[in-house]
């Protein structure tokens, strides 16, 4: 199983991005899909998730400005990440609670990829 993340950049403050993390392999289910953010100097901390269902769970720092969806069919999730801040900038990682036959379920992690917000 791999989940490769993508989407991150350089963007000014109150500009947009859209993460994607997308899984592949022997995945026959994902439960949860999960972002998170590693500011440096700073622990990783949980930015959004969202369960098989479609129910979501923000931080209270990006309410309202980042928006966590998944597309079942493709094993992918996305952060629709608006109005951003520098305090934005960080490696932003992706997380997913997968089955496969072989591991049964356990928690994956994404590469990471950065996002920088800065003028």
């Known amino acids: 199983v791999q989940l490769q993340a993508s989407g991150g950049g350089l963007v000014q403050p109150g500009g947009s991005l859209r993460l994607s993390c997308a899984g592949s392999g022997p995945i026959n289910s994902i439960n949860t899909w999960a972002w998170y953010r590693q500011a440096p100097g700073k622990q990783r901390e949980l930015v959004a998730d969202?369960?098989?269902?479609?129910?979501?769970n923000y931080s209270a720092s990006v309410k309202g400005r980042f928006t966590i969806s998944r597309d079942n069919a493709k094993n992918t999730v996305y952060l629709q990440m608006n109005s951003l801040k520098p305090e934005d900038t960080a490696v932003y990682y992706c997380?997913?609670?997968?089955?496969?036959?072989?591991?049964?379920?356990?928690?994956?992690w994404g590469q990471g990829t950065l996002v920088t917000v800065s003028s």
């Open positions: 969202i369960t098989w269902g479609g129910s979501t």
């Open positions: 997380n997913a609670e997968i089955y496969t036959s072989l591991t049964g379920w356990r928690y994956w």
